[in-house]
């Protein structure tokens, strides 16, 4: 869930709040924000319709399929690479097609990528070590699929990073992002994400064989940290085979709460808001209980088509300058019983067992995700299941973003070590880092090449 870097939230606020004069209309500075906001995110994107592109559409015989099936693979040619998107040079990329299953185990389709190194540290005979990579929030429709976006959506802060450490990397875009499913994109869905990640992996494991180890590691960022911890909850459970930890990056794990902690903060001030939007219209498919007009108000509604043509930085444009009050005529569907029955089911919300190690990564300053409750779910768990191996390590001054970029010298090694079978004593550890400097940079940047 939740922002990759707390710049996308603001970027757009002041034409935002020159729009929320007009309640029930996008004025002219609202539009002119919104058009340079889409064009800027369409800029972006492989295809400027994924409907366009016969790699997204469902094939006739779907109902043919079962969870775990491949159904399409495409390995991007070396000129596109560079070309369509725009990879780090020497990474070979694929796309691939598959099925995972809805909250009643029924198969529905999913795509993703994977990014293959230029060689294999560890040799040419033998396997890459394998890498899940869990994205963070890219928007509410199938066009926002980060394998439609140019840099994959988080370029060097995941996966670009990742695939030049030598790793395989697999990366599904979730149910609904890029693939045609009834119930949409399911946003925050956190146990239907992990089966993204276990049946995506399954899939790609009939094409890439023993090219790549049994054994993997997922990580994640926001709602992919979300992702990241539940599927280590998922696997306790029900079993991919050969998985090692996972590594949790500022992870969004309960929207019951995060949600109404963000409304409080903003007080009568701007919301910076656009990810409950977002997530009462997923919900509002999932359950007809909950009606996104009986809760957003006129200004809120007219705009929803106009952020539906963009992803998440469109949505940013148009609603991160509105007040609480601007957004919602009322927020009781945050208690709604069939939100918090979806909060249980769809996102999972535990506290679960771990299957293997975690390490969890979090900024202190964290304005999206925030501490205080992401150390409450990790003490949670440990008490729950004090065999838990876990560990919480806690960034100060850092936020969303930064947090995520800052560590990466903490969970590089840490995944190695999970691939080298080193040991780590079973128990729940919290560990504050100290900085080298106080100067350091606070804000996340987006690396964009334009080949």
Request: negative net charge.
């Amino acid at each position: 869930m939740l922002f990759k870097s707390i710049t996308s939230t603001f970027l757009f606020g002041t034409v935002a709040i020159a729009a929320s004069q007009q309640p029930n209309q996008c004025d002219i500075t609202c539009q002119k924000g919104y058009r340079q906001a889409l064009a800027a995110e369409a800029s972006q994107w492989v295809n400027q319709n994924v409907t366009t592109d016969d790699f997204y559409a469902n094939p006739k015989n779907l109902s043919s399929y079962s969870a775990g099936d491949l159904i399409k693979w495409d390995e991007v040619p070396s000129d596109q690479v560079s070309k369509r998107w725009t990879l780090p040079g020497g990474v070979t990329m694929s796309r691939f097609f598959y099925m995972t299953e809805d909250i009643n185990g029924k198969p529905i389709p999913a795509t993703g990528f994977v990014l293959t190194p230029y060689s294999n540290p560890l040799g040419k005979d033998k396997p890459f070590r394998t890498l899940v990579w869990t994205h963070g929030t890219a928007g509410g429709t199938r066009q926002c699929a980060p394998s439609n976006h140019r840099a994959l959506y988080y370029e060097w802060q995941g996966p670009f990073a990742l695939v030049q450490q030598g790793y395989v990397v697999i990366a599904p875009d979730y149910a609904g992002q890029g693939s045609d499913i009834p119930q949409g994109f399911m946003y925050e869905s956190g146990a239907l994400h992990a089966g993204d990640v276990s049946f995506g992996l399954q899939a790609v494991r009939t094409v890439m064989g023993d090219r790549i180890t049994k054994e993997w590691v997922v990580i994640g960022h926001s709602e992919g940290g979300m992702t990241a911890w539940r599927t280590a909850e998922r696997e306790a459970k029900k079993a991919t085979g050969g998985f090692l930890g996972a590594v949790a990056l500022a992870p969004a794990l309960q929207p019951i709460k995060l949600i109404p902690e963000s409304f409080r903060r903003a007080k009568d001030g701007p919301a910076g808001d656009v990810v409950s939007i977002f997530l009462l219209q997923s919900v509002s498919r999932l359950y007809p209980s909950i009606k996104v007009e009986d809760y957003v108000t006129d200004t809120v509604l007219s705009r929803i088509a106009l952020a539906d043509q963009g992803c998440l930085i469109t949505g940013a444009a148009l609603y991160s300058g509105l007040t609480v009050k601007e957004l919602y005529k009322n927020t009781s569907w945050v208690e709604h019983p069939d939100f918090v029955d979806w909060q249980k089911r769809y996102n999972g919300a535990g506290p679960h067992a771990l299957a293997a190690p975690m390490l969890v990564i979090q900024g202190e300053a964290d304005i999206l995700t925030y501490a205080k409750y992401a150390e409450e779910d990790f003490d949670a768990t440990c008490k729950e299941f004090p065999e838990s191996t876990a560990e919480y390590k806690l960034y100060p001054d850092l936020d969303h973003g930064v947090a995520a970029e800052a560590s990466q010298s903490d969970y590089f090694p840490w995944i190695r070590d999970r691939f080298d079978n080193v040991t780590i004593a079973k128990g729940c550890k919290k560990h504050t880092v100290t900085p080298a400097t106080k100067k350091f940079g606070i804000i996340s940047q987006s690396w964009i090449a334009n080949p």
